[in-house]
Protein backbone atom coordinates (compact mmCIF):
# COMPACT_ATOMS: atom_id res chain seq x y z
CA UNK A 1 0.00 0.00 0.00
CA UNK A 2 1.42 3.36 -0.93
CA UNK A 3 0.06 6.42 1.33
CA UNK A 4 0.20 9.94 -0.65
CA UNK A 5 0.22 13.61 0.56
CA UNK A 6 -0.75 16.42 -1.36
CA UNK A 7 0.29 20.30 -0.83
CA UNK A 8 0.25 23.59 -2.52
CA UNK A 9 -3.44 24.23 -3.30
CA UNK A 10 -4.84 27.50 -3.28
CA UNK A 11 -6.99 30.51 -4.44
CA UNK A 12 -5.30 31.86 -7.46
CA UNK A 13 -5.93 34.80 -10.03
CA UNK A 14 -6.76 33.27 -13.64
CA UNK A 15 -3.94 33.87 -15.49
CA UNK A 16 -1.70 32.60 -12.28
CA UNK A 17 0.32 30.06 -11.61
CA UNK A 18 0.25 27.56 -8.74
CA UNK A 19 2.71 24.48 -8.18
CA UNK A 20 1.04 20.75 -6.13
CA UNK A 21 3.23 18.48 -4.72
CA UNK A 22 2.55 14.98 -3.42
CA UNK A 23 4.68 13.01 -1.33
CA UNK A 24 4.78 9.48 -1.77
CA UNK A 25 5.51 6.82 1.57
CA UNK A 26 5.37 2.58 2.10
CA UNK A 27 5.84 1.26 -1.90
CA UNK A 28 8.79 1.85 -4.04
CA UNK A 29 8.07 5.28 -5.36
CA UNK A 30 10.37 5.01 -8.49
CA UNK A 31 8.98 1.93 -9.86
CA UNK A 32 5.38 3.09 -10.13
CA UNK A 33 3.61 5.41 -12.85
CA UNK A 34 2.14 8.35 -10.93
CA UNK A 35 -0.61 10.65 -11.88
CA UNK A 36 -2.69 13.99 -11.02
CA UNK A 37 -6.57 13.61 -11.33
CA UNK A 38 -9.34 16.03 -10.81
CA UNK A 39 -12.66 16.69 -9.58
CA UNK A 40 -15.22 20.03 -9.70
CA UNK A 41 -17.98 19.55 -7.57
CA UNK A 42 -21.44 18.63 -9.93
CA UNK A 43 -18.63 16.36 -12.46
CA UNK A 44 -16.83 13.51 -12.70
CA UNK A 45 -13.55 12.95 -11.74
CA UNK A 46 -10.78 14.05 -14.78
CA UNK A 47 -7.03 13.04 -15.32
CA UNK A 48 -5.02 15.97 -15.77
CA UNK A 49 -1.79 13.91 -16.44
CA UNK A 50 0.34 10.59 -15.77
CA UNK A 51 4.31 10.39 -15.94
CA UNK A 52 6.10 7.10 -15.48
CA UNK A 53 7.98 5.49 -13.71
CA UNK A 54 11.63 7.41 -14.67
CA UNK A 55 9.65 10.66 -16.23
CA UNK A 56 10.46 9.37 -19.63
CA UNK A 57 6.81 9.06 -20.50
CA UNK A 58 3.94 11.75 -19.78
CA UNK A 59 0.40 12.14 -20.82
CA UNK A 60 -1.76 14.98 -20.82
CA UNK A 61 -5.64 15.59 -20.63
CA UNK A 62 -6.74 17.32 -23.91
CA UNK A 63 -7.76 20.13 -21.21
CA UNK A 64 -4.26 21.19 -19.72
CA UNK A 65 -2.64 20.34 -22.90
CA UNK A 66 0.28 23.38 -23.25
CA UNK A 67 -0.75 24.94 -19.80
CA UNK A 68 0.49 22.20 -17.38
CA UNK A 69 3.63 20.19 -16.60
CA UNK A 70 3.70 16.76 -14.29
CA UNK A 71 7.27 15.91 -13.02
CA UNK A 72 8.57 13.69 -10.44
CA UNK A 73 11.47 12.90 -7.99
CA UNK A 74 12.59 9.81 -6.99
CA UNK A 75 15.03 10.94 -4.72
CA UNK A 76 12.58 12.75 -2.95
CA UNK A 77 9.61 10.36 -3.33
CA UNK A 78 7.82 13.51 -4.81
CA UNK A 79 5.38 14.32 -7.69
CA UNK A 80 4.58 17.61 -8.97
CA UNK A 81 2.20 19.51 -11.18
CA UNK A 82 2.77 23.02 -12.41
CA UNK A 83 -0.22 24.90 -13.51
CA UNK A 84 0.16 27.98 -15.36
CA UNK A 85 -1.95 30.08 -17.17
CA UNK A 86 -4.69 28.83 -14.87
CA UNK A 87 -8.59 29.59 -15.60
CA UNK A 88 -11.70 29.53 -13.59
CA UNK A 89 -12.57 26.53 -15.10
CA UNK A 90 -9.08 24.56 -13.57
CA UNK A 91 -11.36 24.94 -10.16
CA UNK A 92 -11.44 21.49 -8.55
CA UNK A 93 -10.13 19.22 -6.09
CA UNK A 94 -6.99 17.87 -6.99
CA UNK A 95 -5.38 14.27 -6.21
CA UNK A 96 -2.10 12.61 -6.68
CA UNK A 97 -2.29 8.84 -7.42
CA UNK A 98 -0.51 5.83 -7.92
CA UNK A 99 -0.46 2.75 -10.09
CA UNK A 100 0.85 -0.09 -9.85
CA UNK A 101 2.79 -0.48 -13.02
CA UNK A 102 5.59 1.16 -14.24
CA UNK A 103 3.91 2.99 -17.46
CA UNK A 104 -0.11 3.09 -16.49
CA UNK A 105 -3.01 4.22 -18.26
CA UNK A 106 -5.12 6.97 -16.15
CA UNK A 107 -7.86 3.66 -15.44
CA UNK A 108 -5.30 1.66 -13.87
CA UNK A 109 -4.51 4.01 -11.02
CA UNK A 110 -5.35 2.15 -7.45
CA UNK A 111 -3.74 4.53 -4.77
CA UNK A 112 -4.97 7.84 -3.84
CA UNK A 113 -4.24 10.74 -1.88
CA UNK A 114 -7.02 13.07 -0.04
CA UNK A 115 -6.84 15.82 -1.95
CA UNK A 116 -5.66 19.77 -2.46
CA UNK A 117 -8.49 22.78 -3.52
CA UNK A 118 -7.54 25.08 -6.03
CA UNK A 119 -9.52 27.86 -6.83
CA UNK A 120 -8.88 30.00 -9.57
CA UNK A 121 -10.92 33.52 -9.46
CA UNK A 122 -11.85 35.86 -12.66
Known amino acids: QVQLVESGGGLVQAGGSLRLSCVASGRTFSSNAMGWFRQAPGKERECVGT????????YYGNSVKGRFTISRDNAKNTVYLQMSSLKPEDTAVYYC???????????????WGQGTQVTVSS
Open 51 to 58: ISWNGGNT
Open 97 to 111: AAARYMIARPESFDS
